[in-house]
C-alpha cells in the first residue's frame, strides 16, 4: 500500500502490486477494491511485464535493422530527397515500436481483465465490480474541464466504452453461473469521495461483501493525510461543517484524526458515542486504547489493551497494536512480554512485513541481536529489497556468537534468497529504499 492520495494502482516486475491509498478512497465498495486487485495480480500471473520487457528486447534488433536498411537505401538514391527519406525512415521506426508496444499493452488490459473477472468472481466478489469502477474512472476523465487532474490510473489504465463494456457482459455471464454472485444497485452518500469520482444514482454497486470495509477506509484516510490536522480539517470540509452528517465510520475517522492532534478529549467523545451504538466493534475498541496510548495515559492504554487481549484472543490486529504499545515503553522487560505475545502469531506470519519488523524491535529491546538482525533481513526482502537482505545475513554469520542452529538456519536462508536476486538482475529489477523500479 502506497501512502499517496493519486488515484492509481501498478504491477511490476519481480511480482510486486502497488495500490494508491487514493485508490481505497476513491472506491465506493470492498468489490471495487478487489477489482483492482484481481486485474494487477493477473498482470503477475499472466508475466506481462516479464513478457513484455523481452519482446521489446527482440523487436530491438529486426526494428533497427530494417531502419539501416531504409536509411542506407535513401542515401544510395542519391538526390535532394534522401535526407528527406533518412528522417522518414528513422520517424517511421519509431513509430512502429510504439505502435507495437501500444498493442501489446492492449492485449495485456484485455487479458488481465478477462482473468481478473474470473478470479474476482471465485474470491467471491461481485464480477461486475471491475467495471464499474471503469465506469466511475472514465467519467471523471470527461468531467476534468472542472479543474480536476486525470487519475494516475487512466493513464496506465486507459478505459474505453468498448472494455467497460466487455467487462460488463463478462460479469453478467459469469453471474450467470450456478452460484454467481448478485449485486443490489445504491447510490452513493459518501461526502467524502470526490465529486468527479462519484457514481450517478442508480449505477453504484453494494454487497454484503467486506462489512468492515468503510472503517478500514477512513483508518486509511487519516494514515495517508499530510498530517492529523489535515485529516480533520478534511473531515470539516466535506461535511460543510456540520459532523451530523458524518456516517459512523467517518466519526471514526474523526476520532482517529483528533487522536493524532493529541485531542484526547474530542476523541473520546467520538468514540464513547460509537461504543454505544456498536458495542462490540472492534475497530472502535482498539480505536480507545490507541486514544489513551497516544495523549499520554498508559495505564489506561494498558488495560483497554488487556481487554481486547482476553476479548478477541489470537487477534492480529490487537497483538501487534498492544505489542507496539509495549514497545513504546523501550525497556527490556516490556520487549520481554512483547516477544510472548508476538510468538502467537508466528505461525503464518513470516511474510507479514508489519510482523516481523515488530518482532525485530522486540528483539532488539530485549537484547537479542542476532535474531533482530535476522527479522530485520526479513523486513528488507519482503519490501523487496533483496539484495540488502542477503548482505544483513552475510554479517550476521560472520559474528562469533551464532551457535550451530542459527549458522545453519541464516546459511539456509542465504541460499533461498540468492537465486532470487539473481533472478530479479536478469529481468533488470533492481531495489532502492523507496522499493522496486526496472532498469533497462
Avoid at 62 to 73: D, F, H, K, R, S
Amino acid at each position: 500500500m502506497v501512502r499517496n492520495r493519486q488515484i492509481n494502482a501498478f504491477a511490476t516486475l519481480g511480482g510486486y502490486i502497488g495500490i494508491n491509498a487514493g485508490l481505497v478512497l476513491t472506491a465506493e465498495t470492498e468489490d471495487e477494491v478487489a477489482g483492482v486487485l484481481s486485474h494487477e495480480i493477473s498482470h503477475v500471473t499472466q508475466k506481462h511485464m516479464v513478457r513484455s520487457v523481452e519482446r521489446a528486447k527482440k523487436d530491438q534488433i529486426p526494428i533497427l535493422l530494417a531502419t539501416i536498411g531504409m536509411i542506407v537505401a535513401a542515401q544510395a538514391a542519391g538526390g535532394k530527397s534522401a535526407d528527406d527519406a533518412t528522417a522518414a525512415a528513422a520517424i517511421g521506426s519509431q513509430a512502429l515500436m510504439i505502435q507495437r508496444q501500444i498493442d501489446y499493452t492492449r492485449s495485456n488490459e484485455s487479458e488481465a481483465d478477462r482473468i481478473g473477472i474470473m478470479t474476482l468472481y471465485r474470491a467471491g466478489y461481485t464480477p461486475s465490480a471491475l467495471g464499474d469502477f471503469f465506469a466511475r474512472m472514465e467519467s471523471s476523465s470527461r468531467g476534468n474541464s472542472g479543474g480536476y487532474t486525470t487519475p494516475d490510473y487512466l493513464r496506465t489504465h486507459p478505459v474505453t466504452a468498448d472494455r467497460i463494456s466487455e467487462s460488463r457482459d463478462r460479469a453478467q455471464r459469469i453471474s450467470s453461473l450456478p452460484g454467481g454472485a448478485s449485486a443490489k444497485d445504491a447510490e452513493s452518500i459518501n461526502p467524502l469521495i470526490p465529486d468527479f469520482a462519484k457514481a450517478p444514482p442508480g449505477t453504484g454497486r453494494q454487497t454484503a461483501v467486506g462489512l468492515d470495509f468503510n472503517w478500514a477506509k477512513e483508518r486509511l484516510r487519516v494514515l495517508s493525510a499530510a498530517s492529523p490536522g489535515s485529516a480533520v480539517t478534511e473531515y470539516k470540509r466535506g461535511i460543510d461543517g456540520y459532523e451530523s452528517s458524518l456516517t459512523d465510520a467517518q466519526k471514526y475517522g474523526l476520532a482517529l484524526a483528533y487522536i493524532g492532534t493529541r485531542s484526547g478529549a474530542q476523541a473520546e467523545v467520538q468514540l464513547n458515542a460509537l461504543s454505544k451504538t456498536h458495542p462490540n466493534n472492534l475497530w472502535i475498541a482498539l480505536a480507545r486504547a490507541e486514544a489513551a496510548q497516544h495523549v499520554a495515559n498508559p495505564l489506561l492504554a494498558q488495560t483497554r489493551y488487556e481487554q481486547l487481549m482476553l476479548q478477541y484472543p489470537g487477534n492480529r490486529a490487537v497483538i501487534l497494536s498492544y505489542t507496539g504499545f509495549l514497545l513504546e515503553q523501550n525497556n527490556p522487560q516490556m520487549a520481554g512480554k512483547a516477544l510472548d505475545i508476538l510468538r502467537q502469531l508466528s505461525t503464518g506470519n513470516a511474510e507479514d512485513v508489519i510482523y516481523q519488523r515488530t518482532i525485530a524491535r522486540a528483539y532488539e529491546l530485549s537484547g537479542n541481536e542476532n535474531r533482530a538482525i535476522e527479522s530485520y533481513a526479513e523486513v528488507s526482502y519482503l519490501n523487496g529489497r533483496v539484495d540488502d537482505a542477503i548482505t544483513q545475513l552475510s554479517a550476521l554469520l560472520q559474528k562469533d556468537d551464532l551457535d550451530f542452529y542459527q549458522r545453519a538456519r541464516v546459511e539456509n536462508r542465504i541460499a533461498e534468497l540468492t537465486p532470487i536476486s539473481l533472478e530479479l538482475k536478469r529481468q533488470g529489477i533492481k531495489a532502492d529504499r523507496q522499493g522496486i523500479s526496472w532498469s533497462s
